[in-house]
């Protein structure tokens, strides 16, 4: 028999980047987070470098969109094309859009994003990916030593939200256990208006003896609106029992945690 609530507990107290042997970028900071109201704008600065030995490497600056799916995992879009999107709203220095590095040399790029004054969309917060690509791919080596050509790109992501939007609500909808895979399945939601990232913890009691067992906590960033299932692996030595498993997301609000309990029977 499985036995299961929810509950929001109040405390009063208390992207891609890829490189071989010889050849790479480096884009930093990976998220560049943006906050104004309508019709303004605000610039953030970039560094690309070239961490290649020996290639100049030629580099183009585009932009895209891109959204979580249910499992938190990337996926990449046509710039405009998703309801989320501010790639519109980005632009860099004419100069900034096609450029070279020499080896080792490094490039700063103001990143500025000017906010509509008016929005098409009700929602607060939007999002985009800005990509430095490289135009000239470079002879090199895997690492089992073939000949490869290489080319990279490297994704930032681009957060921008309005002055007026605060609200961090994450909410349990569901946690099963799934016996065939040895997992548990939560399912969780962003009900806020921002983005929002945490920490899942998870804790096993054996209700016949006490023992208590740790599972390692699970990172996980979402958009408003973004519906999340997440597994759970349960540990290949769990002892057979009953259990009282314990949900905790931790999503960086001090005055609020979302909890989840199930207990079920592991044989």
């Known amino acids: 028999m499985k036995k299961l609530f929810f509950l929001s507990l109040s405390l009063t107290c208390c992207l891609l980047s890829q490189g071989y042997a010889q050849t790479g970028i480096s884009v930093s900071p990976p998220r560049l987070y943006f906050e104004s109201d309508l019709g303004n704008s605000n610039t953030q600065k970039i560094t690309v470098t070239n961490v290649s030995a020996k290639n100049a490497l030629d580099l183009a600056i585009s932009l895209g969109d891109w959204e979580y799916d249910d499992k938190g995992e990337n996926m990449m879009y046509g710039a405009n094309t998703r309801p989320i999107s501010c790639a519109g709203w980005a632009s860099v220095k004419k100069e900034d859009t096609y450029f070279t590095l020499a080896p080792g040399e490094k490039k700063d790029i103001d990143v500025t ?58 909410e349990i909808q569901n946690l099963v256990y799934e016996k065939s895979k040895n997992i548990l399945s939560l399912f969780f939601e962003n009900q806020g208006d921002i983005w929002v990232d945490g920490k899942v913890y998870t804790d ?25 299932e997440m ?18 997301i931790d999503y960086g609000d001090t005055n609020n945690l979302e909890l989840g309990e199930l207990s079920f029977t592991y044989e």
Do not use: C
């Open 231 to 248: 597994t759970i692996q349960l540990p290949s030595a769990l002892e057979k029992g009953k259990y009282t498993a314990s949900v905790m």
């Open 204 to 228: 096993l009691v054996n209700v016949q003896n006490g023992k208590k067992i740790s599972v390692d906590p699970i990172v996980f960033y979402t958009m408003p609106g973004n519906k999340r």
């Open 113 to 170: 994003l000017t906010a509509p004054t008016t929005l098409v969309d009700k929602l607060s917060a939007h999002s985009s990916v800005l990509f430095v690509s490289q135009m000239n791919p470079v002879e090199d080596v895997d690492n089992k030593g073939a000949n490869i050509k290489v080319s990279i790109r490297s994704g930032i992501k681009l957060f921008h939200k309005l002055p007026l939007a605060k609200s961090k609500k994450i």
